[in-house]
């Protein structure tokens, strides 16, 4: 008897969640927005996680195709994207305090509220006060104070890497030297150029 029960809820639960993993399928058709056809349950998880073809690059594809707003699947997970610079300034910037929280990684969700959380985790009251701290420095004055210290930089650079004549480098070496520079230039605030071993 307890085995029937324990298999009539089970069963219950499983009809339920297929019903709602449907009614989750069909959410952008009932919206009238077009969207891409998705599997049940997996939606384009296979498509979006694929390791052989970014997700970024089929994007523009789908936009082509759709236009600047459309829809599809993560899991069972809705996900409306546009391409509309009016509405991703809006959502972005004029109403940030009403879109605070961010698509974050299905197996570690901190809470709002966590001191780990970093910007792009927080919402609420602290990813309020964090945005509020953060958001004077990227003021255009701010990032025009940056651009002549990242030139000279950049010059400082290339430089460098004409003293090769032509031959083989490692570029990776250079960027990271580079890197560094604008780091401890920047952020650090040494004021003259950095000359790593790396590019002298």
């Known amino acids: ?16 969640y297929i019903w ?3 009614d989750r399928r069909s959410y952008w058709d009932r919206k009238n927005i077009p969207n891409i056809p998705s599997k049940l349950f997996f939606g ?19 936009t082509k195709k759709f236009g600047k707003f459309w829809g599809y699947q993560d899991g069972v997970k809705n996900i409306l994207v546009t391409a509309d610079l009016k509405t991703a300034k809006e959502v972005l910037v004029t109403r940030f305090d009403d879109f605070q929280q961010r698509k974050a990684f ?16 927080a919402w609420g009251a602290r990813w309020k006060r964090m ?3 953060v958001s004077p ?10 651009f002549p210290p990242l030139a000279d930089s950049a010059k400082h650079l290339l430089l460098h890497m004409e ?30 150029r950095r000359n790593g071993p790396g590019i002298t």
């Open 1 to 16: 008897m307890f085995l029937l029960l324990a298999g009539a809820i089970l069963l219950g639960l499983l009809a339920y």
């Open 20 to 22: 709602w993993a449907n």
């Open 44 to 62: 384009h998880i296979w498509t979006t996680s694929n390791p052989k073809t970014a997700w970024t690059t089929k994007l523009p594809i789908y």
């Open 106 to 121: 299905p197996v570690i969700q901190p809470s709002g509220d966590d001191p780990r959380a970093h910007l792009a985790q």
């Open 131 to 133: 945005r509020s701290l």
């Open 137 to 146: 420095q990227f003021s255009n004055n701010n990032l025009k104070r940056v």
């Open 163 to 192: 003293k090769k004549n032509g031959e083989d480098i490692d570029i990776h070496k250079y960027y990271q030297e580079y890197t560094m520079d604008c780091i401890a230039r920047i952020a650090m605030g040494q004021r003259s």
